[in-house]
């Protein structure tokens, strides 16, 4: 039985939650976006798997906006200020160095674009699995935000 846990700990960062293959992004990162629900232009500066599908932040003004492609319209246009490009790519195998000591393999799930950095997001810690009304509920404060040098590329 502990080797069934151990095996299901150490596996459970390298088995991307989306399945077999990364599903398509609707909009590209950098890519001008019309938001349906505030009637506004912006940008996608990120996008994150949660709840089964992508989520993609929008900045609008000053502000990041956070919604599913049924609420965005592409336009095509990419944002031409950001000359560099994300280092990892959406599904990429990785080593997270959570500290000097340690590297645990990760999926990236999340890219963001923040003050003109490329952060990425991965699993830090395993999930605490709890039962309620017979559905198995995962805690959901387990991503981290990080920069590529935390990461190597597996």
């Avoid at 992508?54 to 246009?77: D, H, K, M």
């Amino acid at each position: 039985m502990t080797n069934l846990i151990n095996s299901l700990e150490t596996s459970w960062y390298i088995s991307p939650p989306w399945g077999a293959e990364v599903p398509p992004l609707v909009i590209r990162l950098l890519e001008r976006v019309y938001l349906t629900t505030a009637n506004s232009f912006g940008y996608c500066c990120g996008v994150e798997w949660l709840q089964g599908e992508w989520s993609y932040a929008v900045a609008i003004n000053n502000e990041v906006v956070y919604a599913p492609a049924s609420q965005l319209r592409g336009t095509g246009a990419l944002h031409l200020e950001v000359a560099d490009k994300p280092v990892f790519a959406l599904g990429d195998k990785v080593l997270f160095y959570r500290s000097q000591n340690t590297a645990q393999f990760r999926i990236v799930q999340g890219i963001h674009r923040i003050e003109g950095c490329w952060l990425y997001t991965v699993e830090w810690t395993s999930p605490e699995l709890t039962e309620s009304d017979g559905q198995l509920i995962t805690s959901s404060d387990r991503r981290a935000w990080v920069t590529d040098t935390d990461l190597v590329r597996v």
